[in-house]
């Protein structure tokens, strides 16, 4: 996002700390507190882009899309000469973001700001993070948007910086079957391949410094976590106001993620720029 803005968001189009995100259960079901990012990304995982970014050695980290903003954050922990900027539209994420920071000890070296990034004057950035949110760079519609994005990734970055891009693929070709079963107006055409992801942010100026993407018990991991706060809510809570609304979206959830279960993928690529940048 960026923490993912992924397909699940797709889906239900809203956009690791309990204290940050629990409701009390007259408020309907908790959010998101299982999650550490909203992504599909593993602490093991994590911990080696941490180390790899923060061995380029940034001062200035811009993370678009940022949600509550836990991968900056974990690079400032690591870089502490570095500062942070994260953009975002929703207000909660950004406040849990504010929350973790002030909790770390990084509140005085991080802002989370609410504004779209679609022209963001933010840039240039030692290193800009974009996780599961490309499309908040650009206004075109997939899969059209990464190559946009990609350049926009190119203008922000500063030379001699590095861009994490997270962004989903097709592992392989959807079935029309598995396509009716995703979120609403699926498309073969809505994602390219890894490969053809590669291609483009080379056209876009950038060398693939490391390639990876999830695996399937990050996927997994990531999906029932994404749910597992309100269906706990939901089993004790069935007579309550919000339950019919959650048990239909809980279950709506669940059967798109097994039609893009094994299907859909997310690439995480750590981007050179080549240098000199030249203003398209």
């Known amino acids: 996002m960026s923490d993912l803005t992924s397909e699940t968001e797709k889906t239900q189009k809203p956009q690791q700390t309990e204290k940050t995100e629990?409701?009390?259960?007259?408020?309907g079901p908790p959010r998101l507190t299982r999650l550490a990012f909203h992504s599909p990304l593993s602490e093991a995982r994590a911990d080696g882009i941490v180390r790899r970014l923060?061995?380029?050695?940034?001062?200035?980290?811009?993370?678009?899309?940022?949600?509550?903003?836990?991968l900056?954050?974990?690079?400032?922990?690591?870089?502490?000469?570095?500062?942070?900027?994260?953009?975002?539209?929703?207000?909660?994420?950004?406040?849990r973001g504010?929350?973790?920071?002030?909790?770390?000890?990084?509140?005085?070296?991080?802002e989370f700001v609410e504004e779209s990034a679609v022209g963001t004057v933010r840039g240039p950035a030692d290193l800009v993070l974009c996780v599961g949110s490309s499309h908040v760079l650009s206004t075109e519609e997939p899969p059209r948007h990464t190559a946009e994005a990609l350049r926009e990734l190119r203008r922000l970055v500063a030379d001699g910086g590095r861009v994490l891009l997270g962004?989903?693929?097709?592992?392989?070709?959807?079935?029309?079957?598995?396509?009716?079963?995703?979120?609403?107006?699926?498309?073969?055409?809505?994602?390219?391949?890894?490969?053809?992801?590669?291609?483009?942010?080379?056209?876009?100026?950038?060398?693939?410094?490391?390639?990876?993407?999830?695996?399937?018990?990050e996927w997994e991991e990531f999906e029932s976590a994404y749910q597992a706060d309100a269906e706990v809510w939901l089993a004790g809570h069935g007579d309550h106001p919000p339950a019919a609304e959650t048990r239909e979206r809980l279950d709506r959830h669940r059967a798109q993620w097994m039609s893009y279960r094994g299907v859909l993928g997310l690439a995480y690529l750590t981007l050179v720029p080549i240098a000199p940048f030249v203003p398209a």
Not at 54 to 70: K, Q, S
Not at 73 to 85: D, K, Q, S
Not at 98 to 110: F, I, K, W, Y
Request: hydrophobic share 40%; aromatic share 6%; proline share 6%.
């Open 22 to 27: 629990k409701t009390e259960p007259d408020d």
């Open 54 to 70: 923060a061995g380029a050695g940034p001062r200035t980290v811009l993370d678009l899309g940022c949600g509550w903003g836990e």
């Open 72 to 95: 900056m954050l974990r690079v400032l922990t690591a870089v502490p000469e570095a500062r942070g900027v994260g953009v975002d539209v929703n207000a909660r994420d950004l406040a």
């Open 98 to 110: 504010r929350l973790d920071a002030e909790a770390r000890g990084l509140a005085e070296r991080v």
């Open 167 to 217: 962004e989903g693929f097709w592992q392989r070709p959807p079935t029309t079957a598995e396509l009716s079963g995703m979120w609403p107006e699926a498309r073969a055409d809505e994602h390219y391949d890894l490969g053809t992801l590669l291609d483009l942010a080379v056209a876009a100026g950038f060398r693939p410094e490391w390639t990876e993407t999830a695996n399937a018990d």
